[in-house]
């Protein structure tokens, strides 16, 4: 079979590194496969080499018709059976092209509860026919599309997000690795925050939570708050730090490659967002045996399974009590949860149990 993932850009979010996994384990499969992007830098790329990207060159909407043609031509070349789209752009992008020439399969997924705003929910409107199948990445996420009159009432369907559990797996040995690596005493907890600097991350609250959690002083050692990705936020991160005085407490690590070994590493995972798909990061930190507290927007309940805890979102006192409460719990506790949440992930989301899923609706 012949696969072409297309997607709005390759930069180093959760539905890219989505697309990539799978593109790697379909060709282990036997199938063929392309990823086409429509714009942007390329951060997250495949692991087998022999998984050609072609840009499409949609950098703005005066390009369209370059990009278009680009496409079209990449289609009547190549031939696939299924082009399977992911994100707004390339969701839209994709079905109003399948009116101009003719593609055997469109399936479109969504990587979040409301992908943008009521334009783009118009947009998903309007073109919903043009699609052999649309998906999201929650229940959560799906109800919200039916809500907003994205989709038809019952013709969305929900598809996990899927992790590599050979890849996120417990480490031993990364505590120690990353306490020398930072320069940290190994008595002091770490919480580890992942992702882009979006507005949707949300990091202001947790940096808020983090300053209160410093000022109330009921822990025993006081914690390092360690912040992997990067964005176009980071400077106004960096001003809220040094705003807060957290400065001797919060190592930003920009992008990173080695994320198990960090989850590994952690005592808490915190994701702190305003909204959310799916949450695939937290799932990922549930695999690698780290606790998580994250803020119960968009499908991150369903992805937690009743495990770690969940906080309001945009609730910095909340958040710091969740943080607290987690930093005191006895190890006993903490190990019986953590076993229970990588259980969960494993019968859940493990990568090959969700690409058997994707194939039978590519076969359909």
Known sequence: ??????????????????????????????????????????????????????????????????????????????????????????????????????????????????????????????????????????????????????????????????????????DEYAKQSLYHELNIEIEHPLILAVGRFHEAKDYPNLLKAFQLLINNNNIKEIPYLVIAGDGELRPIVENLIEKLQLFNHVKLLGRRDDIPTLMSAADIFVLSSKFEGFGLVVAEAMACNCFVIATDCGGVKEVMGGYGILVPPENSEELRKAIVGALNKDTEELIINNTKALDYVKSTYALDKILNQWIEVYEK
């Open 1 to 170: 079979m012949k696969i072409l993932y297309l997607i709005t850009g390759l930069g180093g979010g959760g539905a890219e590194k989505v697309v990539v996994d799978l593109a790697d384990q379909m060709l282990k499969c036997g199938h063929q496969v392309k990823i086409a992007y429509l714009k942007g830098e390329v951060v997250v790329i495949p692991q087998n080499k022999a998984i050609d990207l072609v840009y499409l060159e949609f950098e703005s909407i005066k390009n369209i018709k370059k990009a278009y043609k680009n496409y079209k031509k990449l289609i009547q070349v190549f031939q696939p059976d299924v082009v399977h789209a992911h994100m707004v752009h390339a969701n839209i992008f994709a079905r109003i092209s399948r009116k101009f020439f003719s593609v055997p399969k469109l399936i479109c997924t969504a990587h979040s509860n409301n992908e943008g705003g009521k334009l783009r929910m118009l947009a998903y409107k309007f073109t919903h026919h043009l699609a052999d199948l649309t998906t999201n990445v929650s229940t959560s996420a799906v109800k919200s599309f039916e809500q907003l009159g994205a989709v038809p009432q019952g013709q969305m369907q929900t598809i996990y997000n899927g992790i590599d559990l050979n890849r996120f797996k417990y």
